[in-house]
């Protein structure tokens, strides 16, 4: 039977200049999604705890007071401690400082950037990951173009028009699992993505786990996101 992990980092620091108003008083991650009357990080600390995790490490930067007070006051579903970085580290270096903080540091464990809403099975990509004893694991979307595509023949006849279809590449989804060793690796200062990723990808030791046909996934990064998902909120529940 594999071992799922219990533990998970979110990544919670970011500004989130793209979304203001809306961040102009509260950080990324406290912005509420339309309809549901919870932030974003309450949608993903609920997903965690149903995916069996019981300890979550938050990474506080942006008006991480805000962040700290809302957790502090929230009936939670598992065990939450908040870290913040004295001095801007990078991605990498935040990852590694908030790793430190990890209940169990020779145990694997997850990671989520704190702007994803999603719902998938992390038990599924926890597996996956094991099955190819993959240092680290990403989770990988086929997001939706936001233009509308043209589909064209061989010569040069418009045949269509298609509205949002889905991106030909998948990309880096912002969820990991990562092994216990993986925080070593890590740099103090920088980019993991520009560093740890690479040299990880060229040992064939980084994974790639691509989300399940139909499984919800739509990062927030602007208020159009917002909109877009209190739509697929409302549809989803009719």
């Known amino acids: 039977m594999p071992m799922y992990p219990t533990q998970a980092v979110v990544l919670a620091g970011g500004q989130g200049s793209r979304l203001r108003p809306y961040t102009d008083d509260r950080p990324k991650p406290m912005v509420e999604i339309p309809g549901t009357g ?6 993903q600390l609920a997903w965690l705890a149903a995916e069996g995790v019981t300890d979550a490490v938050v990474s506080c930067g ?4 805000v962040l700290r007070e809302w957790l502090d006051g929230a009936d939670l579903p598992l065990r939450v401690t908040t870290v913040v970085e004295a001095e801007p580290l990078g991605r990498g270096g935040g990852l590694k400082y908030a790793a430190k903080s990890l209940p169990h540091p020779d145990e694997p464990w997850y990671a989520t950037n704190g702007d994803i809403w999603t719902r998938f099975s992390l038990r599924e990509m926890a597996a996956f990951h094991a099955e190819r004893d993959a240092t680290a694991t990403l989770a990988l979307a086929r997001p939706r173009i936001p233009w509308g595509a043209v589909e064209t023949d061989e010569f ?3 045949l269509d028009f298609i509205e949002s279809p889905p991106s030909p590449y998948l990309i880096n989804a912002g969820v990991y699992v990562f092994s216990a060793a993986f925080a070593g690796l890590l740099p103090d200062r920088g980019d993991h993505e520009r560093t740890t990723f690479p040299r990880l990808a060229r040992e064939r030791a980084l994974a790639g786990f691509p989300l399940p046909q ?3 996934w739509r990062a927030i990064d602007t208020a159009k996101d ?6 697929e909120l409302a549809a989803h529940t009719r």
């Open 38 to 43: 919870t932030p974003i990080i309450g949608h």
């Open 62 to 65: 942006h008006l991480a007071e």
């Open 156 to 158: 040069g006849h418009v």
């Open 214 to 216: 139909g499984a919800y």
């Open 226 to 231: 917002l909109t877009e998902a209190a739509k």
